[in-house]
């Protein structure tokens, strides 16, 4: 488990002075806003205030070229350079900034490289050209001219993916949307960054490392049997077992004549993702059976003359059976 939350944190402060200040620490980072904003020209004024110190050399644009977005120094988090720099025109129709000069995006794209042009999957309000229900146009307290940080930006339009349910992933409860989905556009469903078997692999690393491996679970494809955020059933899956199996298996319980007390609850018996044993089995099958069959008990059982050593699955079907006992057609008592 690598938690993202510690990243951040290590990220922090192993950058240091500055960026601690501007992305850490809230209220030393609303003094430095607050300096800042000082030299934010008034809207409408002219200004011999220095331009903000956004583009560094490797960002500058070439001549004629519209500028790259790029990350910027921390102390420009706050102001739109063209806003800062008293360009009002570039967006206006005048510069004491009427009309929009272009619609939304087309406008933000006389500068922006388009990132959602030939993408598959596309956030609506983004497709939409709605830049503004996330971004400032002139300025904003808040990283990436952002109108709310964190969570709360998604939640202005999202129902929390939480709400009402019993078990939720720690994941979404203590993490960021952002972890998993890009707030623009992506080429993997649902927004996310990275494919599902990326996404959850970011995290979980260790579920599909042993001999025998459950054929879904190294496909990656986790959200057959979990729920991404939440869910009511413990361990976030969508279907309690033995009904989420039958998803993919045959339901070899529906017809049979007697069933093993405790079949339905599989993971008793196998491990939904991986086992170092084949079939998935938790244990080997000798010690699985013993965990719950004395020994004594089963020595003291005529059928069991001479099994020593032998495997239970020989003579027994561990689910269910058309013969009492459970026993294999092989092994039935002559
Ligand atoms: C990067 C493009 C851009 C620049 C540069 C820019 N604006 Fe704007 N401005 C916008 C957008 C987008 C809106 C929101 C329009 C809307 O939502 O209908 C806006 C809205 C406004 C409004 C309407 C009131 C408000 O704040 O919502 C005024 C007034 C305004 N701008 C003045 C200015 C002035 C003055 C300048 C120059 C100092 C300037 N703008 C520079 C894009 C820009
Ligand atoms: C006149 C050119 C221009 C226009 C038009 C423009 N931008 Fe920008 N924008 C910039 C520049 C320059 C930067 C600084 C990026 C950099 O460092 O290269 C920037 C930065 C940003 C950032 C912050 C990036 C960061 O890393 O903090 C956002 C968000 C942004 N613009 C959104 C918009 C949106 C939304 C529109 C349309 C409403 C828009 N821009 C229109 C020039 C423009
Ligand atoms: C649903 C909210 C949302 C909408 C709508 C939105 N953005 Fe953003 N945008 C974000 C967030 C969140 C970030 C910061 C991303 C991050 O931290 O990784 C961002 C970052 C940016 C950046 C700077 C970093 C980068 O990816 O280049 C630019 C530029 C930008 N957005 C432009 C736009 C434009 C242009 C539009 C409209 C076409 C738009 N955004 C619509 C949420 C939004
Ligand atoms: C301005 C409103 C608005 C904001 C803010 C917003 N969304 Fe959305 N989002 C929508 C709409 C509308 C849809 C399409 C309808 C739906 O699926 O609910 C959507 C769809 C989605 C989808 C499904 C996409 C798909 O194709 O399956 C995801 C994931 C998503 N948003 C994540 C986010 C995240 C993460 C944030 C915060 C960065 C966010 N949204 C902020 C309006 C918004
Ligand atoms: C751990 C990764 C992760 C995090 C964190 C996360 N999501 Fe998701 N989200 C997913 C995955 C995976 C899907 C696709 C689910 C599916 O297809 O069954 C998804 C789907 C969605 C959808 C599409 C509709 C739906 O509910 O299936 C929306 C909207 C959404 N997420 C919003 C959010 C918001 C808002 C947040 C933050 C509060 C968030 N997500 C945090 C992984 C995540
Ligand atoms: C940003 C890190 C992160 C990502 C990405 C992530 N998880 Fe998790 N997940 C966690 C943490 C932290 C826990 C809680 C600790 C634990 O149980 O291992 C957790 C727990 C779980 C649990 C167990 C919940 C329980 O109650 O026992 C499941 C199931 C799960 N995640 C599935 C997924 C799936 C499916 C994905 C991909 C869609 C995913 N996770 C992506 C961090 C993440
Ligand atoms: C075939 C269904 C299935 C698939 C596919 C699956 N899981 Fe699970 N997972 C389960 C079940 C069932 C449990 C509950 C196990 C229990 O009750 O002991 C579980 C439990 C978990 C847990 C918590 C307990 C533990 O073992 O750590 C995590 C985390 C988890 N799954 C993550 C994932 C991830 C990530 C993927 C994709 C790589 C995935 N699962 C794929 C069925 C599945
Ligand atoms: C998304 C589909 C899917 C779901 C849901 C699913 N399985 Fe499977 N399972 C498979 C596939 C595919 C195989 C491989 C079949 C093959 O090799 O013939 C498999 C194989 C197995 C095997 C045999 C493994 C081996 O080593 O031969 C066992 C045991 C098993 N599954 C148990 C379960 C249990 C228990 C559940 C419910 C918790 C479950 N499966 C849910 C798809 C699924
Ligand atoms: C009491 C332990 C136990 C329980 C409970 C159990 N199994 Fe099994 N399962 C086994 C054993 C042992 C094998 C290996 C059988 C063999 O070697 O003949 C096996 C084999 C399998 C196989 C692969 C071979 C086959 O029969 O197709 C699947 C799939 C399977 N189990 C699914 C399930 C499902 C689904 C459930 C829950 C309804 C379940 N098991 C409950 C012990 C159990
Ligand atoms: C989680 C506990 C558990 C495990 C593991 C378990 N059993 Fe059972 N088994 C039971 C219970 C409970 C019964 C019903 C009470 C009894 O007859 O002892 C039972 C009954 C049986 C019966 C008698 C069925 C009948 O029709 O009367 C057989 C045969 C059997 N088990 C074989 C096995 C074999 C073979 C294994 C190993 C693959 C195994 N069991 C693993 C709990 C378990
Ligand atoms: C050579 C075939 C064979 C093998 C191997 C075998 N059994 Fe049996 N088992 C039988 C027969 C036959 C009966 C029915 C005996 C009777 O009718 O009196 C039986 C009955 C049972 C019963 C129900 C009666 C009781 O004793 O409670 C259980 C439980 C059981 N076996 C568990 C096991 C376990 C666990 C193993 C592995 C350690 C195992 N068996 C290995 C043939 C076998």
Not at 21 to 29: D, E, F, H, M, Y
Not at 84 to 100: F, I, K, M, P, R
Request: with cysteine.
């Amino acid at each position: 488990m690598k938690s993202t939350k510690t990243l951040r944190l290590l990220w922090c402060v192993a950058v240091g002075g500055v960026w601690l200040v501007t992305a850490c620490n809230t209220p030393s980072r609303h003094k430095i806003l607050t300096v800042f904003f000082d030299g934010v020209p008034p809207v409408g004024g002219a200004t011999n205030a220095a331009p903000s110190v956004v583009s560094t050399s490797e960002t500058k644009p070439a001549a004629g070229e519209a500028p790259r977005p790029s990350t910027p120094a921390p102390s420009s988090f706050t102001v739109h350079p063209p806003f800062q720099q008293h360009n009002c025109a570039e967006c206006h129709e005048s510069g004491s900034g009427q009309g929009l000069r272009l619609p939304t995006p087309q406008l933000c794209w006389t500068c922006h490289k388009d990132f959602v042009t030939g993408q598959k999957v596309k956030h609506q309000p983004v497709e939409n050209g709605d830049c503004t229900s996330c971004h400032e146009p002139h300025s904003s307290e808040n990283k990436n001219l952002l109108v709310k940080t964190g969570n709360g930006l998604c939640l202005n339009c999202h129902d929390d993916p939480l709400a009402g349910f019993k078990y939720k992933h720690q994941a979404v409860e203590s993490g960021d949307c952002l972890d998993c989905h890009a707030p623009h556009a992506t080429n993997f469903k649902a927004l996310l960054k990275k494919s599902v078997k990326a996404t959850c692999a970011d995290c979980h690393d260790d579920l599909a490392k042993k001999k025998y491996v459950h054929a879904p679970v190294s496909d990656g494809d986790c959200l057959a049997c979990h729920k991404a955020h939440a869910s009511n059933k413990k361990h976030l899956v969508k279907k309690s077992t033995p009904v989420l199996c039958w998803d993919c298996h045959d339901n070899f319980l529906e017809k049979a004549k007697f069933k093993h007390d405790v079949v339905e609850d599989c993971t008793s018996c196998h491990n939904p993702h991986q086992s170092a044993e084949n079939n998935l089995l938790t244990k080997n099958v000798l010690k699985l059976c013993a965990d719950c069959h004395d020994d004594k008990d089963l020595k003291a059982d005529k059928g069991h003359a001479g099994i020593e050593g032998r495997s239970c699955t020989e003579c027994h079907d561990p689910h269910a059976g058309t013969n009492a006992n459970l026993l294999k057609a092989s092994a039935r008592p002559k």
